[in-house]
């Protein structure tokens, strides 16, 4: 390998030229006995069906020609000075790969360690800014990637980030949802991208649990105005659940894999992502459907209680029979036009409860005395007022009586000349 740069073009000059060699078509780095290089991978726009961004990753091996996992290279250098040498080598060949790209515009995603920018601080963005300056890349281009570690100082990394955020990259909090994820740094450094751990995607393929809290997240992310990256994708059934999120943008495996930039996949997604989005509207169709045809005997039922109800049928009588032909409704109750419930709550008789049930009520005992108890903030009551004697499906949402997950039908009602919301929670648990 030559330890030079490309001899037609003076601004590979780097900072750490000393450990870059230029060889073909890229720029190695050398640390100790080993030989470094970088690897990208691609980070894919779902709306623009393209490449948007790489994220670098480093790549070693040792004399003999064997492979060194990134773990063994981090743990080579022995005080902190030796790893922000080493890390400053890594940007400066990647930042040097991404320079001869020519595939602009997109952005490069570099991993730096909270730990390592408080240590070199005081000169961390100086090298930064000559490294862009000598390279030729803008630094709009870069996308700082916070591993998110707890640090001790998060008042120093606040003010870094400030710095980097002067110069015009772009912020990144990675790994978030794994280990000890806080919360707090996304109110605090505002990032402008928040990329999701492969745990959550591969916990929401498989729990029903994690399925419904992924979305919650990713609203979270956008309501605080932070685009959202899902990591670590490997199979369909992630990627339509990454679709189904509104997440912005996904990066793994079955889109593609990290390599040299030489082979980088430009547009070889877009087919798989457009697949994906005709999959995706299909399922979405037919989940419509089967919500449709779920919910449709429960609406029927409840129109008949209704109508009873409005033939003067007592709220008791014309509840108990909702209940006993539907076993999945678990209560049934009544709300003045301010949201307050003025009948209590009338469910299944215990005997024909299951036992589960039984125990939900005894251990939410404090909670199952509903009466005169304000309900004006919940959807079901400002839907069924905002469009009254039309039947509203509302949920599924955490109901409060035994902390189960319910969807509730709710209509508003004139009943002896008063303007009523008839109300009746659904078991969505199941």
């Known amino acids: 390998m030559e330890s030079m740069a490309p001899p037609s073009d003076n601004r590979h000059q780097s900072i750490h030229n000393a450990h870059l060699m230029w ?14 290089n970088s690897a990208f991978q691609p980070i894919f726009s779902l709306a623009h069906k393209r490449m948007v961004g790489v994220e670098a990753l480093v790549r070693g091996r040792n004399a003999d020609g064997k492979a060194v996992m990134p773990d063994q290279l981090f743990q080579l250098p022995g005080t902190l000075d030796d790893q922000l040498h080493l890390d400053r080598i890594i940007r400066s060949m990647h930042v040097g790969n991404f320079s001869v790209m020519q595939r602009h515009p997109a952005w490069l995603f570099l991993n730096l360690n909270p730990n390592l920018i408080i240590h070199g601080a005081r000169n961390g963005v100086l090298f930064t800014e000559e490294l862009l300056q000598n390279f030729g890349v ?12 707890r640090i001790a100082d998060e008042q120093a990394l606040e003010e870094v980030i400030a710095h980097y955020r002067a110069m015009n990259c772009l912020i990144a909090i990675d790994d978030f949802g794994a280990g000890r994820s806080n919360f707090d740094r996304i109110w605090r450094f505002r990032p402008d991208i928040i990329k999701f751990d ?16 992924l979305p919650s997240l990713v609203k979270l992310a956008h309501e605080v105005g932070c685009l959202a990256l899902i990591e670590g994708i490997e199979t369909e059934e992630e990627a339509l659940i990454a679709m189904d999120c509104d997440a912005d943008f996904v990066q793994g495996y079955l889109f593609a894999r990290p390599v040299a930039w030489v082979a980088l996949p430009q547009h070889a997604a877009a087919p798989l992502v457009s697949q994906l989005s005709s999959q995706w509207r299909s399922v979405m169709e037919q989940d419509q459907q089967a919500w449709q045809h779920t919910v449709e005997p429960y609406k029927a039922a409840f129109a008949v209680a209704l109508q009873a109800i409005r033939q003067d049928t007592t709220i008791e009588i014309a ?14 109750f009544l709300l003045n036009n301010d949201g307050v419930q003025i009948s209590h709550n009338i469910g299944r008789h215990r005997s024909l409860a299951s036992s589960q049930h039984d125990m939900d009520q005894d251990r939410f005992s404090p909670l199952n005395d509903a009466e ?21 499906v509302v949920g599924p949402y955490l109901s409060i009586p035994d902390l189960s997950l319910c969807l509730t039908l709710s209509a508003s009602i004139l009943h002896h000349g008063e303007r009523m919301v008839y109300c009746c929670d659904l078991d969505f648990s199941g």
Not at 319 to 332: E, F, G, K, M, N
Not at 372 to 392: G, K, L, T, V
């Open 23 to 36: 060889h073909g078509r890229e720029f190695f780095g050398s640390y100790q006995e080993l030989v470094l």
């Open 138 to 149: 803008s630094s709009h281009q870069i996308v700082v990637e916070l591993l998110e570690k």
């Open 198 to 213: 492969r745990s959550l995607i591969v916990h929401a393929a498989c729990n029903p649990l994690a399925r419904r809290i």
């Open 319 to 332: 509840s108990r029979s909702l209940l006993a032909a539907h076993p999945q409704i678990r209560r049934c």
């Open 372 to 392: 005169q108890a304000d309900w004006s903030r919940r959807p079901y009551f400002r839907q069924a007022m905002q469009h009254p004697e039309q039947i509203q």
